[in-house]
């Protein structure tokens, strides 16, 4: 149950677009659709973002969007917000049948 | 609305134990699969451990296996996790958690803090 690797850090400019990757394995991105993403601000419970790889919950803007290439998600956000500064968790369904997160990544808004 | 208040954490020794409590409200609790998550002081989140609705099927990290237990009572709308043989690494914020679908995890607790030390 290795976690799934994502960068540490990533940022960007309000207005700009910024990517965020999640590399697994084919025991997991690589053979599920099952790949969500999570927003984290500082204190605060973790909030879905993205689910089943590029759908949205509602009320999520659509400056969020996912996908998937082989082993690995990647999480887009595009016009960058200053409330968009927090932490982002990918997560995917395994062939264990578990759940296996990402390190994390943290995005900063300069 | 939906809502997820944990309660049953606090400071044990390594090699003790904690029973988590979950209660839900807002929604049909027997109709959803819950989990446990947690996440270590600065640190990511760590998946934990998973319940089906109806208790038939449960999966655990391997971290936990054979040390926690998850169970729920759907008749009191709660979701509980039995902590046995504690060690420091176990110390972390516990998050209840509701699954839309499995890795679908539209609602979460506020967390509830475990610290493990002597």
């Known amino acids: 149950q290795s976690a799934l690797t994502q960068p540490p850090s990533v940022s960007g400019s309000p207005g700009q677009s910024v990517t965020i990757s999640c590399t697994g394995t084919s025991s997991d991105i690589g053979n599920y659709n099952r790949v969500s993403w999570y927003q984290q601000p500082p204190g605060t419970a973790p909030k879905l973002m993205i689910y089943e790889v590029n759908n949205r919950p509602s009320g999520v803007p659509d400056r969020f969007s996912g996908s998937k290439s082989g082993n690995t998600a990647s999480l887009t956000i595009s016009g960058l917000q200053t409330e968009d500064e927090a932490d982002y968790y990918c997560s995917s369904f395994t062939s264990s049948s578990t759940v296996v997160f990402g390190g994390g990544t943290k995005l900063t808004v300069l | ?118």
């Open chain 2, 1 to 118: 609305q939906v809502l997820l208040v944990e309660s049953g954490g606090g400071l044990v020794k390594p090699g003790g134990s904690l029973r988590l409590s979950c209660a839900a409200s807002g929604f049909t609790f027997s109709d959803y699969y819950m989990s446990w998550i947690r996440q270590a002081p600065g640190k990511g989140l760590e998946w934990v451990s998973y319940i089906s609705s109806t208790s038939s099927h449960t999966n655990y990290a391997d971290s936990v296996k054979g040390r926690f237990t998850i169970s729920r009572d759907n008749a009191k709308n709660s979701l509980y996790l039995q902590m046995n043989n504690l060690r420091a690494e176990d110390t972390a914020l516990y998050y209840c958690a509701r699954e839309e679908v499995l890795v679908v995890t539209d609602y979460w607790g506020q967390g509830i803090l475990v610290t493990v030390s002597s």
